[in-house]
């Protein structure tokens, strides 16, 4: 049944490289220098020269940037060295020369493609001419590349420039605006130096590149080289607030402002999607009690996706709030003041990232508000979504531990979207294919480039499924492409989000997409689908033998489906769905 | 006041950090000999100067700045 998977469609190109890699396993000794490390890196105000004294003992995956440029962006590389090896990279810098035009004369694959400008050398242009001129460079460098292409915003504070190229380049998949607007909330010092400017083509002053340098760094690159945090876990005892609560009692607990501020920005993450939970090892009853003594804690009970306060191991905790989160415990940070037991965890639970709440609640604000893996270029209705639908998920299997039937399934009033080849869907289309792990069919791992051209191709379909049922809207939440080559269908990538999983649809929201993909109505005459055994894909990969009913014996390979059977398997399941919806772009 | 041997010892620390090399005491460096001493390594080890010293450097302090000796005697004239 296995066969060999023809050629590619001819504007694909497969994907590889450094994208959506998680920062290898840490050793205890790592986990420690990082904590060494963090009140330099995240001071308010980090000096140059101890930035540039830190020299990282830890192995760094190699990535290249090249630089499109019109200033001295060395000044901002050179220091954003210790923030990439922190984020586990280490940067082949590869300047061009210094280019007003843009002309993009250097060519060959790099990771990243980082166009920054000095906006003030454009004076004769107004804002709304200098973007429409960057967006025809920015298309013409997409064209070129299917690397994830960043391009600086203006740090002058009158400019209306910021505003209107992130609505420009919004078409544009896998371009992103670094906004340098963030530097000004940082800090009140002067951002720009005309000395500097004078003396080495560098406009912004030394606190200004230091700070440009940690978002860089810590935000901007690991936003689109690594994959992203799902859920912030937290320790109680002196990390978000000062004191012990078995020693202090809650009345005892000392909460400063910096505290808040640290708590505040916790659910400034929630707002955009990341879970928070708490992993304690405290008496629960205590815990509970506190928050209803201490109204002044910003981050309540309510706040909190999960939580494990008990006597037992931290790492047997993160584990029991990974499984309740549905998420890998590598897609965690977690948050604790004990860096001997951050160490300790490191060595048991593979991929999971650590920030040490060291004495000043300051530096871990600083340091959660540019810790890798956590920025998001947009926000969008999922992130709303991604809390509440949690919560649903706990009711549904409560529902369904009582038996899974069709019945549940019918009572779940289920309502399925199948959305084909949209281009408003490419940035989610993207981040599923990037995040997913348990349902990741192919672990392709998909660039937005490469969405970009599955959307727009005429003979690939990128189907995204939403879904919808009386508990909870889940938004987007699969992602199917597909190509056809003569009368059969390949199935090049399956991503379905664990929120979705568990309500015995998966048949229908990957079957039915691969159907919407024929929007004329008619059908594959055979359906061939690829896979890779990866670490964490098992139910992906145990659903692929379920519709075989063979074993798959490959690491990677591609099996044929019988579409009749397949078209069965939808009618079994249809009747007990709500409503199936279809939608098409029609101007492609 | 800052001792001249103290301020000699953090300005040939800031030039070893600029240019990732270490430089032995009395040794003697200067620009124009040391090719790790390049123009972006220059305004680098000018700004640590500033950091450290907590001083306000002029474009005329950056092109006279081209030898220990010389980095010394600038930083020890802006400390007053």
Known sequence: ?????????????????????????????????????????????????????????????????????????????SVAAPYLAFAGFEVNWIYGGYDDSLAFAESGNVDVELVWLDYSRFPKLTSGELVTWLTSRLADLRSRTRSPILINGD??????????????????????????????????????????????????????????????????????????????????DQTLYAGVLGEDGPLG?????????????????????????????????DVWAMFSQRPDMVLRPEHLSAHSISWDSKALGLQNIAGDLRIGVDSMLFVDDNAGELASIATQ??????????????????????FPGLHKWRDDKTDELRIADLAATAKR?????????????????????????????????????????????????????????????????????ELADRLSDSGLIAAVFTR????????????????ALGRGLEDLLVLGAVRAGFADGSTPAALYVSYAVGPRNGPALQWLRRLTGEPLNEENGVVSLDWTRCSRLLEDIEPFVNEIKVQVERDT | MREKVEVAAIVR??????????????????QADEPLWDSVKHLEFMLMLEESFGITLEPDDFAAMTDLQSCTDRVLAQLG
């Not at chain 1, 009140?39 to 101890?50: D, N, Q, W």
């Not at chain 1, 606190?207 to 320790?235: E, F, N, Y």
């Not at chain 1, 501020?261 to 629960?284: H, K, M, V, W």
């Open chain 1, 1 to 77: 049944m296995t066969s060999s998977l023809p050629d590619a469609a001819p504007n694909l190109v497969q994907p590889g490289g450094s994208s959506g890699v998680t920062p290898a396993t840490q050793s205890a000794d790592v986990v420690l220098m990082k904590a060494e490390w963090l009140p330099v890196l995240f001071a308010k105000a980090p000096t140059r020269a101890s930035l540039l004294e830190l020299r990282p003992s830890w192995p760094l995956q190699k990535v290249s940037v090249r630089v499109h440029r019109n200033l001295s962006c060395e000044f901002i590389s």
């Open chain 1, 155 to 236: 740090i002058r504070e009158e400019s209306d420039l910021n505003r209107l190229l992130l609505e420009a380049i919004d078409p544009l998949p896998g371009v992103h605006v670094c906004n340098l607007a963030n530097i000004r909330e940082e800090t009140g010092e002067p951002l720009l130096d005309v000395r500097n400017q004078k003396v080495a083509g560098l406009p912004y002053s030394n606190i200004a590149s230091v700070l440009i340098a940690r978002q860089l760094g810590c935000r901007w690159l690991p936003g689109v080289l690594s994959a992203g945090i799902k859920a912030i876990v937290l320790d109680l």
């Open chain 1, 253 to 285: 607990l000392r909460l400063s402002d910096a505290h808040l501020q640290l708590q505040r920005t916790l659910l400034r993450y929630r707002d955009r999607g990341i879970f928070l939970a708490i992993c304690s090892r405290n008496e629960p009853e």
């Open chain 1, 349 to 370: 639970l593979e991929g999971t990232r650590f920030l040490h709440a060291g004495p000043d609640p300051n530096v871990t604000r600083i340091a959660l508000r540019n």
């Open chain 1, 397 to 465: 299997l409560d529902a369904a531990s009582e038996g899974f039937s069709r019945d549940y399934l019918k009572s779940l009033h289920a309502t399925v979207g199948f959305r084909v080849s949209l281009k408003n869907d490419a940035h989610r289309l993207q981040e599923l294919s990037g995040k997913t792990n348990q349902f990741n069919l192919n672990l392709r791992r998909f660039q937005a480039s490469d969405v970009a051209r599955y959307i727009s191709s005429n003979e690939c379909r990128a189907v995204g499924v």
């Open chain 1, 484 to 499: 056809v080559v003569g009368d059969d269908c390949y199935v090049d990538e399956v991503c379905v989000s664990c929120r």
């Open chain 2, 13 to 30: 620390q800031k030039l070893a950090t600029a240019l990732g090399r270490p430089i032995n005491e009395g040794e003697e460096l200067n």
